[in-house]
């Protein structure tokens, strides 16, 4: 129950702070083990382009924090985890609302930590991909992120 709320505040967070609402996108779940975030982003006044569509930045904007975000709760304490690099592919023009899904599993959890744990291993980077989709699951636009990942010495107990 505890965790269940403490995700639901997440998401209110989220949703509350200037810098994501802006976006235009709306966090609509978030697993309480951080393993899934769920974001859609409408069509709106706030969203729309000049030629009607929805902009390019509000679709980056809206994708942007959540595999950093999710790699910080996931792996704990010990990490060092930032976003290196981005990029974006547009494959059709965003009509209608659009929905992102971000997932990770428990394997690539424990791949993350076996790689760094081999000695000599200072930081990897790993990429991740999320696709933004309408209703009826066709892809509008592709964001591929690469993350920083390293161990952090100072936090380790």
Not at 20 to 49: C, F, H, I, M
Not at 73 to 95: C, H, M, N, S
């Amino acid at each position: 129950m505890f965790a269940s709320l403490r995700s639901r505040l997440y998401r209110l967070g989220f949703n509350c702070v200037p810098a994501y609402r802006g976006t235009g996108g709306r966090v609509t779940y978030v697993a309480p083990d951080w393993q899934e975030v769920r974001v859609k982003l409408p069509l709106s006044w706030r969203t729309r382009n000049y030629v009607g569509t929805i902009f390019g930045g509000s679709i980056y904007a809206a994708v942007d924090p959540f595999y950093m975000m999710m790699l910080l709760k996931t792996l704990g304490d010990g990490y060092v985890v930032w976003d290196k690099e981005a990029d974006i592919r547009f494959k059709k023009p965003g009509q209608e609302t659009l929905y992102a899904r971000f997932r990770l599993t428990d394997e690539e959890l424990e791949a993350i930590r076996a790689e760094l744990a081999v000695e000599g291993t200072e930081s990897i980077d790993r990429h991740y991909t999320v696709d933004l989709v309408d209703a009826n699951g066709t892809v509008h636009a592709t964001v591929r992120k690469t993350i920083y990942i390293s161990t952090d010495e100072t936090k380790k107990v």
